[in-house]
């Protein structure tokens, strides 16, 4: 996903912490940039000197060093934050349980569940907290593990996202290429999140990678050689079973184990059509698929936004791949700055929010 195209984005997916490293110093190469518009000086994302993008020249040194700061109470913060929605979101069907609480339920646990792998991919980055041992630890047992991923594994595949984004290389190419599609082809994807075909599906997907069967590519397998063994087995299942169990423990302890349930349900219905909206809205219907400054957007969460589909400032996505190691804490930073010199391209930067993207995602006719 990666605007800036850096060298370590560049790098072999495998060379993680060479990447990380790399991507983290302040006097990274700039983005080598593929439309006229796009290298104009006067375009909001062009060059203006030496090839360096306008936006890289508008940040002071002191301002990048700022940007770049993990904020270790914040981190903590946005774990413990998206825990209290989720067992308050189960307190209230203990209360009143009824099909409206359900459903509320259902979709708070859902956009919680979206923040913990969110929480995972600031792991990932290495942004969640300076110790590389507490940033893996929290990522996985108080994340990832939870909602059944692995930061590890995730690390691998998602640099490759960000260093060959809209490319035919981009491992997650297939969530944004269908777009703009009709919409009652988007109704029926819609059914098939809420219904629980989806998940189901990722499920037995998700089961299969951990476990090594098959030869399709996965996060487990992903930039393997032919010789090479991916790290699988039960062994990588337990982590899910052990925090989803301390879950059902603790629910059991307070006298309601059958809360547990909307946590499976959730996870298997509204999380997938929460993840769905939230993958459109970062690189569906962009300007230039293949131009690094301008095939990302970041979309303005209202309250209800950030609540239900766009946790822990994942809509600042524009800014997360100009700076791929900024924490998400100082995201709304960067974006302001951007945003007061006119430095976010027009289609990079959706104002009406997420409504505003599914309209443009289901805006071909039927």
């Not at 692995?150 to 690390?155: C, L, Q």
Request: hydrophobic content about 45%; proline content about 6%.
């Amino acid at each position: 996903m990666n605007a800036t195209r850096s060298n370590a984005a560049a790098s072999t997916p495998r060379d993680t912490d060479e990447a990380l490293d790399a991507a983290i110093t302040l006097t990274a190469p700039a983005a080598a940039t593929t439309t006229a518009e796009s290298t104009s000086p006067g375009s909001p994302t062009g060059t203006a000197a030496a090839g360096i993008p306008l936006w890289r020249q508008l940040l002071t040194l002191e301002e990048r060093k700022d940007l770049l700061t993990i904020n270790p109470l914040r981190s903590w913060w946005t774990i413990a934050s998206n825990w209290i929605l989720i067992f308050a979101a189960m307190a209230l069907v203990a209360w009143r349980p009824n099909v409206v609480t359900i459903v509320v339920a259902l979709f708070v646990i859902a956009a919680r569940q979206l923040g913990l792998a969110v929480v995972m991919h600031e792991a990932a980055h290495r942004t969640l907290f300076k110790s590389r041992a507490w940033n893996d630890w929290a990522g996985n047992w108080l994340a990832a593990y939870p909602v059944w991923t692995d930061t590890a594994p995730y690390r691998n595949y998602h640099l490759a996202h960000h260093s060959k984004t809209g490319t035919f290389e981009d491992p997650d190419l297939a969530l944004v290429t269908p777009f703009p599609i009709t919409p009652a082809s988007f109704r029926r994807k819609v059914w098939r999140d809420l219904s629980g075909q989806t998940g189901i599906k990722q499920a037995i997907l998700v089961y299969k990678r951990d476990m090594g069967f098959g030869r399709r590519r996965s996060q487990r397998n992903f930039g393997m050689s032919g010789g090479e063994r991916a790290d699988v087995g039960w062994h990588k299942i337990a982590p899910v079973a052990i925090t989803n169990a301390v879950l059902l423990a603790i629910l059991t302890l307070a006298g309601h184990p059958a809360l547990y349930l909307l946590w499976v349900v959730s996870w298997l219905t509204t999380y997938r059509l929460v993840t769905r909206i939230r993958a459109i809205a970062e690189h569906s219907v962009v300007p230039d698929q293949l131009d690094p400054l301008r095939n990302t957007r970041t979309t303005r969460a209202r309250w209800w936004e950030r609540l239900l589909i766009a946790p822990n400032l994942v809509n600042y996505h524009y800014e997360h791949h100009l700076m791929m190691t900024v924490p998400h804490h100082n995201l709304p930073k960067l974006h302001r700055r951007l945003h007061e010199h006119g430095l976010l391209p027009e289609g990079c930067f959706a104002s009406g929010g997420y409504l505003e993207v599914l309209r443009l995602a289901t805006s071909r006719a039927g």
